[in-house]
T-cell receptor, first 112, second 117 residues
Framework: SAVISQKPSRDICQRGTSLTIQCQVDSQVTMMFWYRQQPGQSLTLIATANQGSEATYESGFVIDKFPISRPNLTFSTLTVSNMSPEDSSIYLC?????????FGPGTRLTVT | DQQVKQNSPSLSVQEGRISILNCDYT??????FLWYKKYPAEGPTFLISISSIKDKNEDGRFTVFLNKSAKHLSLHIVPSQPGDSAVYFCAASVLNAGGTSYGKLTFGQGTILTVHP
């Protein structure tokens, strides 16, 4: 199994600012995934982060808006840049361990 | 384009009865399907999965049925318990031979299940 923690658990931010979300896993994993759940919507994959290489972004998401770092096999950060109210969402980190996918508790972001 | 759809936003069931949650998909490339359960302020937790080579998978009170021709899957919970009250997400994936699509899930919108005592 995998235990995932995220910081912060929630935040309220002003438009135009940036927020960095941290994800820590209790085991070493090759790939980490960042998802977003907008209000009333399904979870959507933002990007896949491999250690030692650039993150791979899904259609509709770009590195300038959501830069990702992956300094080691247990840690990753997602930055939401130049925020607007449309970025208000729950952001979740996810990993695959032994063919099972685990999710962190999420970071609830509100942009005012 | 919503490739995975859960058309019922909510479902209310009496304790002890069967809960049936439904999910439809449009992408015929999907070959692996999962159900997740989510409580408030927590991340989704894995419940049960099914590969496209099967039409049924059971795990205790939970059974998932897959109808590939109809592109439809359902989750049956029998008997339902008040602790099952949560949001249930259907998810789908394309697993190629190398398994490199692991982690890339397409989710439905979720169904809120309420089990009344």
């Amino acid at each position: 199994s995998a235990v995932i923690s995220q910081k912060p658990s929630r935040d309220i931010c002003q438009r135009g600012t940036s927020l960095t979300i941290q994800c820590q896993v209790d085991s070493q994993v090759t790939m980490m995934f960042w998802y977003r759940q907008q209000p009333g919507q399904s979870l959507t994959l933002i990007a896949t982060a491999n250690q030692g290489s650039e993150a791979t972004y899904e259609s509709g998401f770009v590195i300038d808006k959501f830069p990702i770092s992956r300094p080691n096999l247990t840690f990753s950060t997602l930055t939401v840049s130049n925020m607007s109210p449309e970025d208000s969402s729950i952001y979740l980190c996810s990993v695959v361990v032994a063919y099972e996918q685990y999710f962190g508790p999420g970071t609830r972001l509100t942009v005012t | 384009d919503q490739q995975v759809k859960q058309n019922s936003p909510s479902l209310s069931v009496q304790e002890g009865r069967i809960s049936i949650l439904n999910c439809d998909y449009t992408n015929s490339m999907f070959d692996y399907f999962l159900w997740y359960k989510k409580y408030p302020a927590e991340g989704p937790t894995f419940l049960i999965s099914i590969s496209s080579i099967k039409d049924k998978n059971e795990d205790g009170r939970f059974t998932v049925f897959l109808n590939k021709s109809a592109k439809h899957l359902s989750l049956h919970i029998v008997p339902s318990q008040p602790g099952d009250s949560a949001v249930y997400f259907c998810a789908a994936s394309v697993l190629n031979a190398g398994g490199t699509s692991y982690g890339k899930l397409t989710f439905g919108q979720g169904t809120i299940l309420t089990v009344h005592p």
